[in-house]
DNA sequence: CGGGTGATAGACT
DNA sequence: GTCTATCACCCGG
């Protein structure tokens, strides 16, 4: 069955994470079933450097907080009617974090179709950070979870053929950093979100 | 009770 | 494929 990663998993520089993560599973033990889907693109977010971060400048509010917490710990935020889904990456007090953009579905189709409402394509289900909450049934409830333990965690994937870097999406045109490759996708994967050369 | 937080779905070309 | 109107929750005071 699905075993999480262990807690060194996360203790690797943000960008390092973030690379690692394509290719393993998001595993999500939630009362509805069993939903497994394995991850196809990240974006990482390097916290004081970072203006596309909300952590930038070492903002700490109650909301970044947990960023500057334990690596592995889950920093969820609220988009309107979307959550998003963050892994936050150590070191401990250094606000660095990789951000879940995309999967692909494994186990719990069905439940993933439910969720999303039907009548969209398989690949509008999880092809983008919003979607991919939705359909996993992620909420605010598990901000300060951790990614190492049940019912919800990272577990060892099958990893991917081959990854990409590029530049990352939907973040403001504010400093160096955006032109930073940031984000991490599985080439030719349908479910990435979209494809920026 | 006001401010902060970008992605989604669908229409259009 | 591209464009854009619309969307709600959490937090701090």
Known sequence: MYKPVSDSFFKEPVLELA??????????????????????????????EDRAAHSFGNRRTKRTEIMFGEPGSVYTYQMHTHTLMNVVAGPVGTPHAVLLRAAEPVVGQELMEERRGGHLKITDWTNGPGKLSKALGVTMRYYGHNWGEEPLFIAEGPGSAEIEAGPRVGIGNSGEAVHYPWRFYEKDNPFVSKYRP
Do not use: W
Request: no cysteine; hydrophobic share 35%.
């Open 19 to 48: 690379y690692r993560l394509v290719g393993q599973y998001i595993v999500h033990e939630s009362e509805e079933g069993l939903i497994v889907a394995r991850i196809v693109e990240t974006e990482a977010y390097h916290g004081p």
